[in-house]
Nanobody
Framework: QVQLVESGGGLVQAGGSLRLACVASGSIFSINAMGWYRQAPGKQRELVARITSVGRTNYADSVKGRFTISRDNAKNTAYLQMNSLKPEDTAVYYC?????WGGGVYWGQETQVTVSS
């Protein structure tokens, strides 16, 4: 059974940084794409960043240049380094595992990120 366990959320002032981590178990981590999504109150869940099994990345325009997604296959862990945080980054963040082509989806539990102005 695939499990994704997130950590690293919290409260930070605008301009600060946080690093989210997502540890996967029950799957062959290295062959899957990993993504980070977020959902703010009253809004739809949106893609923040995604990294494929071979390390190709894509980002939402709103986070380009501030956030970095990475993966450590030896630790079965995906990371989201968030710098220069803004109040509009406040949301519940989720990690997602899937095949590079989009199938075989699993979601992690939520982690709250709150950025104060």
């Amino acid at each position: 059974q695939v499990q994704l366990v997130e950590s690293g959320g919290g409260l930070v002032q605008a301009g600060g940084s946080l690093r989210l981590a997502c540890v996967a178990s029950g799957s062959i981590f290295s062959i899957n794409a990993m993504g980070w999504y977020r959902q703010a109150p009253g809004k739809q869940r949106e893609l923040v960043a995604r990294i494929t099994s071979v390390g190709r990345t894509n980002y939402a325009d709103s986070v380009k240049g501030r956030f970095t997604i990475s993966r450590d296959n030896a630790k079965n862990t995906a990371y989201l380094q968030m710098n220069s945080l803004k109040p509009e980054d406040t949301a519940v963040y989720y990690c997602k595992q899937e095949k590079d082509w989009g199938g075989g989806v699993y979601w992690g539990q939520e982690t709250q990120v709150t950025v104060s102005s």
